[in-house]
């Protein structure tokens, strides 16, 4: 059974960093591409960042966190981190671990975690 664990949110002030984790279990965890997304209140999930498999782990980032957020992995731990620098009260979401994997034969598969609140505020 797949599960994805994140932790690391919290209430942080305008300006403030946190260090996101999401913790997998029960998958091979390095042939997956693994993504943070957020929901904010009254609005869409929408994509955060993401990060290959395989050797080169190249990232991916939306336009509203580029050059304050960072994604990375540790195949070794099966976990994957998003740590946020710089953070505004329009960060203010829950914010969900993905796991993403399309077959050869075109099935795909996605995975979540049960999400994990960051709230900026004064």
């Known amino acids: 059974q797949v599960r994805l664990v994140e932790s690391g949110g919290g209430l942080v002030q305008p300006g403030g960093s946190l260090r996101l984790s999401c913790a997998a279990s029960?998958?091979?965890?390095?042939?997956?591409?693994m993504g943070w997304y957020r929901q904010a209140p009254g609005k869409q999930r929408e994509l955060v960042a993401t990060?290959?498999?395989?050797?080169?782990?190249?990232?991916n980032y939306a336009d509203f966190v580029k050059g304050r957020f960072t994604i990375s992995r540790d195949n070794a731990k099966n976990t994957v981190y998003l740590q946020m620098n710089s953070l505004e009260p329009e960060d203010t979401a829950v914010y969900y671990c993905n796991a993403h994997r399309r077959r050869i034969d075109g099935n795909e598969y996605d995975y979540w975690g049960q999400g994990t609140q960051v709230a900026v505020s004064s």
């Open positions: 990060i290959t498999s395989g050797s080169d782990s190249s990232t």
């Open positions: 029960g998958m091979a965890f390095s042939i997956y591409v």
